[in-house]
T-cell receptor, first 115, second 112 residues
Framework: DAGVTQSPTHLIKTRGQHVTLRCSPISGHKSVSWYQQVLGQGPQFIFQYYEKEERGRGNFPDRFSARQFPNYSSELNVNALLLGDSALYLCASSLQGWGGDQPQHFGDGTRLSIL | DQQVKQNSPSLSVQEGRISILNCDYT??????FLWYKKYPAEGPTFLIS?????DKNEDGRFTVFLNKSAKHLSLHIVPSQPGDSAVYFC???????????FGTGTRLQVFP
């Protein structure tokens, strides 16, 4: 079975631009979460979506937004890019959206570089 | 405020010996604790988890211990293998959400 897939794998943007990152969850998984990982740190929670509804939001500015589609895939959008947005963006999916006994499974991420 | 802490940025262990990775947390509301392993250029891979109602969970070479009174958990890998060399992240969550709070990671190197 295919795991969590993310696209693109790498992306280079300049300050002020907008970016859209995409994620397809594991088949049957209804929950998708997004994380940002900067060098030397653990992943930081950005959003969780379950059944197309936002279930949780981390401490990120309104420039960050996301949505989930009827097929449970998801997009993360970031507007007005800043140098500090350079990071690895990870998508994770899980079956039911809560509980550590149904752990999240991660994709390999999108490496975003801002020039 | 770092709710999940991994105070050892790196650990070096000889092949065949035990690797012990430690993690501390501050929020007593966490219900689940998880360990993920991450290789370069790959996403984190789930290893093992433990519910707050247990104090030990074992899966093959991996065992996680939870000490709720000390707000401390540890991951034991026995025996350690060179393929275990990776960055290990401790994470915590509550049962009502998928939101994971991660530590900063410990880089494990297993040498022959």
């Amino acid at each position: 079975d295919a795991g969590v897939t993310q696209s693109p794998t790498h992306l280079i943007k300049t300050r002020g631009q907008h970016v859209t990152l995409r994620c397809s969850p594991i088949s049957g998984h209804k929950s998708v979460s997004w994380y940002q990982q900067v060098l030397g740190q653990g992943p930081q929670f950005i959003f969780q979506y379950y059944e197309k509804e936002e279930r949780g939001r981390g401490n990120f500015p309104d420039r960050f937004s996301a949505r989930q589609f009827p097929n449970y895939s998801s997009e993360l959008n970031v507007n007005a890019l800043l140098l500090g947005d350079s990071a690895l963006y990870l998508c994770a999916s899980s079956l039911q959206g809560w509980g550590g006994d149904q752990p999240q499974h991660f994709g390999d991420g999108t490496r975003l570089s801002i020039l | 405020d770092q709710q999940v802490k991994q105070n050892s940025p790196s650990l070096s262990v000889q092949e065949g010996r035990i690797s012990i990775l430690n993690c501390d947390y501050t929020n007593s509301m966490f219900d689940y604790f998880l360990w993920y392993k991450k290789y370069p250029a790959e996403g984190p891979t789930f290893l093992i988890s433990i519910s707050s109602i247990k104090d030990k969970n074992e899966d093959g070479r991996f065992t996680v211990f939870l000490n709720k009174s000390a707000k401390h958990l540890s991951l034991h890998i026995v025996p350690s293998q060179p393929g275990d060399s990776a960055v290990y992240f401790c994470a915590a969550s509550s049962s009502s959400t998928d939101k994971l709070i991660f530590g900063t990671g410990t880089r494990l190197q297993v040498f022959p």
